[in-house]
Structures are given as C-alpha cells and as structure tokens.
C-alpha cells in the first residue's frame, strides 16, 4: 500500500475542516432551535446533529495526524506545515468544545512538542549527514530519548557542551575541540563548515586533493589559518614549486620533503611564517637552477644566494654559464697547480665569481686566464685556442 504524499494528506485535512465547518453551521442551527423550542425532535435532531459534529472532528484530527507523520525533508517547509498544523489543532479543539456545549462529548487533542522535534530531528539528521555528521545525528536521538520534552536549543547545549553527549561533536569540529582547550576564541558552526569548503576548493584547484580532509581542516582552524592565509602559501609556495621539476627536487632536498605530502605539510606548516616560506622557495628555485644544468647544489649555497638577492632568472642564466665555463676552468687550474681539481670545487669558485660576484674570486680567475694566454704563444696551447681561455669571462 502506497503512503499517502504530504499533499494529499493535508489536502484531506482540508476537506475534513471544511466538511467539519459545514456540520458546525448546523450544529448552531440545531441548538437555536432546541433552545427556542426543546421538543423531542428537535433534541434528537440536536444529538444527531452534535455526533455528525463530533465525527467530523475526529476525521480532521485523523488527517492532521496524517500530515504530521508525511512532513517532508525541507526545514523552511517543515516550520510552514508546523504552524498550520498546530493552528488545524487548534480549531479543532475549539469545535470540540462546542459539541461539548452541546451535549456531545470530545476529548481535546494536543500535539505532543515531542512529535514536533521528531519530525525536526530527523530533518536535522538528514542535514547533519550531509555533512559527515551521522555520530551526532545518533546522539541527538539519545538526547531526545532522555529528554523527550527537551527545547532545541537546550538539546544544542547539551550537544556541545555535556560531556555526556559531546564527544561526537568535539570529534567532528575538531578544530573547535583544540581551539577551546588552548583557550581561543571557537567558530561558530556554520563558520567552521564554511572554512571547511573553502580549503577544500583551494585544494582541488591546486591539485592538492590528498589535504581535503576533515582532519587537516581540523589542523588549519585549531591553528588559526584562514582561507586567505592557505591561498597566499599555495600561491607563493606550491604553485612555484610545481613549476619544473628541478625546483622541485630541490625543495625536497634542502628540507627533507620526501613526497608531495612532505611538501604540502611544509608549506602550510603554521610555526613557519609566510615571509620565511618565500624565502625557502626562493632557494629552492636557485637549487633548482643548477640542477637543471647538472650541477651541484646545497641547502646553504642556494639560502647564501638568495639572501645576496639573487633572483631565479639571475641563477638560471648563472649556472647556465657556469656549465659552459666549468670543463675549461678546470682544465685551467688543474695546469696551474700541476694536479688534479674536484669538480665541486670548481663550481665553487665559479658561483664565487660568476654568482656571488667575490672580487677576490674574479681576479683569481682573470689571472688563471692570464697565464694560459701568456704561455700560448704562436703555438694551438693546451687548451686548443686563445678563445677557449678568454671564453671563461
């Protein structure tokens, strides 16, 4: 058997109330003329009358009760149907007490408050799971089985704040539970929920999908780390990161950021402020930019050349020349000094010169220069021409 829709329900208590105001308008009409002449038939004609009365009545409480129970899942519908319905009681109540007047009998019907929140509590539960909230949902219902009479808002208190109930609601604003214990100013719900979808936009739009989790917004809130806070790192961090993947490694080099999750937590790590994130990037390009020409880099060579201002552009177009010098300069020194030269410590001397811009360093290497030009001579040289050498500056 098919349940009646909520339309039609209140559709019959409709026509009930109307057919119930008919039988009341002969009602009034059968006790005027009883009172004005008492004979037997027009009593009997006030007794019918009064149990027609009667009968309608408990027809239109019968669709009422109907139209409690078909209440659909729409909050703002939900309160209209609540209003009407308890408007419908009543009217009712007061056609029962004139059925009494007139020598019928009726009990008077009061909708049970209970009944009421039921019927906002299970809307309120389909809300809440929505939301991921089921946990609270189930301890709403206890709260209710406890206190069947119990206010909305005195269940809301009890909710958040007895710890007889509030261990699923702690869990689910999470970020509110440590903000309280710190201390700290909380958010309201809808603000925390709110905060919740703007990470999670953030994320999505930065390809970032393994941080949109409850738990990690439970992490940015309790941390105090707005949505604008979040767009700014991932926009002066993340996004210059994925840039190459030179950049990259580097990152993950210089601070032991292994995956892409290492990363992310770096970045949006709240004990570090955003002005020391840029900065670490900002090595982390130049770290990027000597990988990309199959250098060496470290941590502190790339953080000394960003603090001398060195920009990305400026180290890539560096290291690009420090490629092409390297193998000739250490040719160079190796026949300056009669032996062998590490590598590294030769791109060394060249960053020195080439970076840094050490006068020292650029003397050194004019002069390594210098003497190769000077013992060329009219014959090809050890390093095949006089433009090989001169090409280092």
């Known amino acids: 058997m098919t349940t009646p829709s909520y339309g039609t329900n209140f559709r019959r208590a409709e026509e009930a109330s109307n057919a119930q105001g008919t039988v009341a308008a002969a009602l009034q009409t059968a006790i005027k003329n009883a009172q004005k002449n008492p004979t037997k038939k027009n009593l009997a004609i006030l007794a019918q009358t009064g149990a027609a009365r009667a009968e309608t009545v408990a027809n239109q409480v019968k669709n009422i009760q109907g139209v409690v129970a078909g209440i659909p899942a729409s909050v703002a519908e939900t309160n209209k149907i609540i209003a009407e319905v308890e408007a419908a ?122 941080l949109a989790t409850k738990d990690y917004y439970a992490t940015l809130i309790s941390n105090r780390m707005d949505a604008v806070d979040v767009t700014n790192r991932m926009n002066d961090a993340y996004a210059r990161l994925q840039a190459t993947p030179e950049v990259k490694k580097a990152f993950q080099t210089f601070y032991s950021a292994a995956t892409d999750g290492d990363i992310l937590a770096a970045i949006l790590d709240p004990t570090t402020q955003l002005p020391v994130l840029q900065r670490k990037v900002a090595a982390a390009e130049i770290g990027g930019a000597a990988l990309k020409q199959n250098l060496q880099t470290s941590l502190a060579t790339a953080t000394e050349l960003q603090g001398l201002g060195v920009t990305q552009a400026q180290a890539q177009a560096g290291y690009s020349t420090i490629a092409q010098a390297l193998p000739t300069y250490e040719k160079l020194l190796e026949i300056s000094s009669g032996k062998d030269v590490k590598t590294t410590d030769v791109q060394a001397k060249l960053e020195e010169s080439k970076l840094k811009k050490t006068a020292s360093a650029i003397q050194e290497e004019q002069a390594a220069i ?24």
Not at 99 to 116: D, L, N
Not at 117 to 138: H, P, R, V
Not at 370 to 393: N, P, T, V, Y
């Open 370 to 393: 210098a003497r190769e030009i000077a013992q060329f001579g009219g014959s090809a040289g050890r390093l095949a021409s006089k433009d090989r050498a001169q090409g280092l500056i």
């Open 89 to 210: 009681y009543d009217a009712v109540n007061a056609a029962g007490a004139e059925v009494v007047a007139a020598g019928g009998s009726f009990t008077p019907i009061k909708p049970k408050t209970s009944a009421f929140d039921a019927a906002s509590d299970a809307i309120l539960a389909q809300t809440l799971k929505s939301y991921g909230m089921e946990g609270i949902a189930q301890t709403i219902a206890q709260i209710r089985g406890d206190y069947p009479e119990i206010s909305s808002e005195n269940l809301m208190l009890l909710l958040k704040n007895d710890t007889r109930y509030n261990t699923e609601y702690n869990k689910r604003f999470a970020g509110n539970a440590k903000l309280k214990a710190a201390g700290l100013p909380t958010l309201d719900d809808a603000s925390y929920l709110k905060a919740e979808d703007e990470y999670k936009k953030i994320f999505t739009a930065y390809g970032a999908t393994s």
